[in-house]
């Protein structure tokens, strides 16, 4: 398990840098600890999968970049891992619009209150 912990160290590694992100940048993104940040990255502690969804977000990879352990049986079909692309980005959408619908709602409860008061 320490193994896989490391790889899965290696990658978060991996992918901060690429963004040219301090550990700090990076826990700041997923709002931890950035010496949480570093125990993920030397394979003392693992995210839970909600978290590395969030890390995955904020560096811009598929969670798949995170969670593929490299085996080979593991290794999807090139159509499996487009597919799995293309439903990670409507999964993204789907939390954007959420997030918006629920600002709408929040406005329109606003406006409702506002417009019996004045009645």
Known sequence: MAKKNGRLG???RAARAERGWKQKHLAAEVSVEPITVSR?????????LEVLRLVAGATGKPLSFFVDDGAPSAQASPELADAATRIEAA????AEES?????LLSELV???RAARSGS
């Not at 993920?40 to 839970?48: I, K, M, Q, S, V």
């Open 110 to 112: 606003e406006e409702l």
């Open 99 to 103: 997030e918006r619908i629920a600002v």
């Open 91 to 94: 999964a993204g959408r789907i």
């Open 10 to 12: 290696e990658r978060i």
């Open 40 to 48: 993920w990255e030397r394979g003392a502690t693992t995210p839970d």
